[in-house]
């Protein structure tokens, strides 16, 4: 493998930085094992939700999801798709080198430009196939190691895959040096979620109970929003008089406190948990059950996602809703999802709330079918617009690993 100048200068240098202390990793599973790094936040959960798929393909693989320390506030949830995911923040020869070594991976993914050469070097060094996905150009331009001005080429050049995110990065690579059969112009790393399912008969049966009556669904609702939730009701109510309302909740040990609530406002509701019918003058449906997330917003064209409103929210992902033709809703404090978020108000897909004033303001004015409707689409549209690059980057990674896969694997 040839050196650039840069990139021995560099691990000399990279020798005289203090190494981490090293921790006991846990142990490295036999069978296949995929290493995915995530220089970002949004990359981090588009990567998962790729980890999610690709276990679902390929039963029995082992997942090792790495990450810049910015991607992941330590007090975030974890990511659900892989079996472990942990900071990579030493980029010592050493380190490098006992990290590799450790899990021998049988594939890479590294998701943008933040790069990490005596990592990929090592790697490279043991023959992990290696590829970099959502390479924008602004990344290029902004290398931390300018002063080592071959130190970017020499980097990358170890990949044998190399997804651009725009023709004009695919010109920057090219003009550094890199072959053109190694890149390929690809759409920017999107999640892709998996939308929750539903029991059809109950899709019918519930279609049918509601005969043609508007529909808004509060999801992820916590106790401290139940307030907020029930006035926005209460007012939608008085310019629509036969909607309804379901409450799905965060908590299922939070019902009873919703019942109580509901009594004072003098709001008859229907327990759907308990096999509650819902009738026509009921105005709110209880259910505690998340799995029946799925039905609800196949019902809802319009849905208000909870856990957004009052001190210490951080929000839910917005993409199963939008994915499944349903108009969003939120409150301001979705730090965890911002991203999604932000993603889905410039596309005209979710409007965000303040309040339960300010939400029942909007229920009234998007519950109308024209207006969800076209939310819904451009919902839709973006929640699905990552699909063809995951495609495309499990099918290599499913290529990859049946073509070199070992003798002992197959037995």
Same mark, same amino acid.
């Given at each position: 493998?040839?050196?650039?100048?840069?990139?021995?200068?560099?691990?000399?240098?990279?020798?005289?930085?203090?190494?981490?202390?090293?921790?006991?990793?846990?142990?490295?599973?036999?069978?296949?094992?995929?290493?995915?790094?995530?220089?970002?936040? /949004?990359?981090?959960?588009?990567?998962?939700?790729?980890?999610?798929?690709?276990?679902?393909?390929?039963?029995?693989?082992?997942?090792?999801?790495?990450?810049?320390?910015?991607?992941?506030?330590?007090?975030?949830?974890?990511?659900?798709?892989?079996?472990?995911?942990?900071?990579?923040?030493?980029?010592?020869?050493?380190?490098?080198?006992?990290?590799?070594?450790?899990?021998?991976?049988?594939?890479?993914?590294?998701? #943008? #430009?933040?790069?990490?050469?005596?990592?990929?070097?090592?790697?490279?060094?043991?023959?992990?196939?290696?590829?970099?996905?959502?390479? #924008?150009?602004?990344?290029?331009?902004?290398?931390?190691?300018?002063?080592?001005?071959? +130190?970017?080429?020499?980097?990358?050049?170890?990949?044998?895959?190399?997804?651009?995110?725009?023709?004009?990065?695919?010109?920057?690579?090219?003009?550094?040096?890199?072959?053109?059969?190694?890149?390929?112009?690809?759409?920017?790393?999107?999640?892709?979620?998996?939308?929750?399912?539903?029991?059809?008969?109950?899709?019918?049966?519930?279609?049918?109970? =509601?005969? *043609?009556?508007?529909?808004?669904?509060?999801?992820?609702?916590?106790?401290?929003?139940?307030?907020?939730?029930? /006035?926005?009701?209460?007012?939608?109510?008085?310019?629509?008089?036969?909607? =309804? $309302?379901?409450?799905?909740?965060?908590?299922?040990?939070?019902?009873?406190? +919703?019942?109580?609530?509901?009594?004072? /406002?003098? =709001?008859?509701?229907?327990?759907?948990?308990?096999?509650?019918?819902?009738?026509?003058?009921?105005?709110?449906?209880?259910?505690?059950?998340?799995?029946?997330?799925?039905?609800?917003?196949?019902?809802?064209?319009?849905?208000?996602?909870?856990?957004?409103?009052?001190?210490?929210?951080?929000?839910?992902?917005?993409?199963?809703?939008?994915?499944?033709?349903?108009?969003?809703?939120?409150?301001?404090?979705?730090?965890?999802?911002?991203? *999604?978020?932000?993603?889905?108000?410039?596309? #005209?897909?979710?409007?965000?709330?303040?309040?339960?004033?300010?939400?029942?303001?909007?229920?009234?004015? $998007?519950?109308?079918?024209?207006? *969800?409707?076209?939310?819904?689409?451009?919902?839709?549209?973006?929640?699905?617009?990552?699909?063809?690059?995951?495609?495309?980057?499990?099918?290599?990674?499913?290529?990859?690993?049946?073509?070199?896969?070992?003798?002992?694997?197959? /037995?």
């Amino acid at each position: 493998m040839v050196r650039s100048l840069s990139y021995a200068a560099y691990r000399a240098l990279s020798r005289r930085s203090p190494q981490s202390a090293p921790q006991a990793p846990p142990a490295r599973p036999k069978g296949e094992l995929i290493w995915l790094h995530a220089t970002s936040a /949004a990359r981090l959960s588009a990567l998962n939700d790729l980890a999610r798929r690709l276990r679902m393909m390929r039963p029995g693989i082992a997942i090792l999801h790495t990450h810049v320390p910015s991607a992941r506030p330590e007090d975030a949830p974890l990511p659900g798709g892989a079996d472990w995911v942990m900071p990579l923040d030493s980029d010592h020869p050493a380190s490098a080198r006992q990290f590799v070594g450790h899990w021998r991976p049988d594939f890479c993914l590294w998701a #943008g #430009g933040i790069l990490m050469p005596n990592v990929i070097a090592a790697a490279a060094e043991i023959g992990v196939p290696l590829c970099i996905a959502d390479l #924008g150009s602004a990344e290029l331009q902004s290398s931390r190691h300018k002063w080592l001005p071959d +130190l970017t080429r020499s980097s990358l050049d170890m990949f044998t895959w190399i997804l651009a995110s725009n023709q004009t990065t695919q010109r920057n690579l090219r003009r550094l040096g890199i072959a053109a059969e190694k890149i390929t112009v690809a759409p920017r790393l999107r999640g892709n979620v998996l939308p929750p399912g539903c029991n059809d008969d109950d899709l019918e049966s519930v279609t049918q109970d =509601l005969a *043609a009556r508007q529909v808004w669904l509060a999801a992820h609702v916590r106790p401290s929003e139940f307030a907020a939730v029930l /006035a926005a009701h209460r007012s939608a109510l008085r310019l629509v008089h036969r909607l =309804l $309302l379901v409450i799905s909740l965060t908590d299922r040990s939070s019902a009873e406190t +919703l019942k109580s609530a509901l009594g004072l /406002a003098r =709001l008859r509701y229907a327990d759907w948990d308990e096999g509650d019918a819902i009738e026509d003058g009921v105005q709110v449906v209880i259910s505690d059950d998340p799995a029946d997330l799925g039905l609800w917003y196949r019902i809802a064209p319009l849905t208000f996602l909870a856990s957004s409103l009052g001190e210490g929210a951080r929000g839910v992902n917005p993409m199963e809703a939008a994915a499944l033709g349903s108009a969003v809703l939120y409150g301001p404090n979705v730090a965890d999802h911002a991203e *999604a978020y932000a993603r889905l108000a410039a596309a #005209g897909a979710a409007r965000t709330v303040a309040n339960g004033d300010s939400l029942g303001s909007a229920v009234v004015q $998007l519950v109308a079918p024209d207006h *969800a409707a076209t939310m819904a689409l451009a919902g839709w549209e973006v929640a699905t617009e990552g699909a063809d690059l995951i495609d495309m980057l499990i099918d290599r990674i499913q290529d990859t690993l049946d073509r070199n896969r070992h003798p002992h694997e197959t /037995a």
